[in-house]
């Protein structure tokens, strides 16, 4: 083998790393909802689609996808899911319509929340968390690695709301009517949405509670760039909290599968309050028990102020009973 030949095998694995689409990302994505989610793929018309389109990940599962350097699409979770009688695989939120849990180029049916991305290798890529068709879950990307710059850093949605904050005419609720599951888009979603909607009409119900997710298709502040980066999708993130004034804290919807036990539907409070209401017994039995020990130790290495003998037993202030010293 020359010496010309041997320089150009060498080179090789250097060179194509500047080539268009020789390179990919990864998308891993993490389910740390307290139920099954099913999340979909959809790639826009002239980007390749990605294997698997549709898949289910159940509590604290994740799964690594390959992505080209070259790719644009959306992701986003279905929830309630469940085969019939007859097979048809359908979801309550984010249905994509094949009847099949591989959504193979099925269109999204809102409401959901989706983490949209269009990936190059000749410029920053850009990606975005969008509530344009609603919300049904909470998502948070994850930038990792590569090159950061300014405009490249976590972004997410994780909407807190109390009963009265958005409306009946935007929730979604269960099969049984009693808790809500998901939220419709204050636009009416990106097929039907007008050119001129105010996603802060109803009022300020999306943008208040995610102010980093878009919230129409003319919302184009909550873009984010990075150059060759991985990312990291998460849904039901724990420590992320939005830093709207109504969407400030990490409360995430409970069992929307009925895998765990009864639910509150989307705000998750039941799961909240007992969690309150146990880690606050734990801690006043934990401090009575130290306090108890505490007194009981200082009983026995004290004397007894009132009588000439050591205490055996005692009361919070005094000795009840004494033995003299002989």
């Not at 998308?27 to 980007?47: D, E, H, K, R, V």
């Not at 405009?151 to 997410?156: F, M």
Request: net charge negative; with cysteine.
């Amino acid at each position: 083998m020359g010496f010309s030949t041997t320089l150009i095998l060498i080179s090789l694995p250097f060179l194509l790393q500047f080539l268009p689409g020789t390179n990919s990302a990864t998308f891993t994505i993490i389910n740390s909802c307290n139920y099954n989610i099913w999340p979909a793929i959809l790639s826009n018309p002239g980007s390749p689609p990605l294997s698997p389109t549709g898949f289910i990940l159940s509590q604290g599962d994740s799964l690594e996808i390959s992505v080209p350097s070259t790719w644009s699409g959306q992701l986003w979770g279905r929830t309630q899911c469940a085969a019939d009688a007859a097979g048809n695989f359908t979801c309550l939120t984010g249905d994509c319509g094949t009847s099949t849990v591989e959504c193979g180029g099925g269109q999204l049916s809102p409401p959901a929340t989706t983490a949209d991305f269009i990936l190059t290798d000749s410029w920053p890529s850009s990606y975005l968390v969008s509530v344009v068709d609603g919300y049904n879950l909470p998502i948070m990307v994850v930038p990792q690695g590569g090159t950061r710059s300014q405009n490249c850093e976590t972004v997410g949605c994780v909407i807190y709301s109390n009963s009265n904050y958005f409306p009946q005419e935007l929730r979604v609720t269960s099969a049984t009517g009693n808790e809500t599951v998901a939220l419709k888009s204050a636009c009416g979603g990106a097929s039907t949405a007008p050119a001129d909607c105010n996603p802060n009409s109803n009022p300020n119900l999306f943008k208040k509670s995610c102010p980093q997710a878009q919230t129409s298709a003319s919302d184009t502040s909550s873009s984010f760039t990075c150059q060759s980066v991985d990312y990291t999708v998460h849904f039901c993130p724990s420590g992320f909290s939005s830093t709207g004034s109504a969407g400030t804290g990490d409360i995430i919807p409970q069992d929307q599968n009925n895998n765990n036990g009864s639910s509150d539907g989307l705000y998750g409070k039941k799961e909240v309050k007992s969690n309150f209401i146990i880690g606050v017994g734990v801690a006043a039995a934990v401090i009575g028990i130290v306090f108890i020990i505490w007194i009981w130790r200082r009983c026995l290495r004290s004397k007894c102020e009132l009588h000439p003998c050591t205490c055996t037993c005692c009361t919070l202030f005094s000795c009840s009973i004494c033995i003299d010293h002989k």
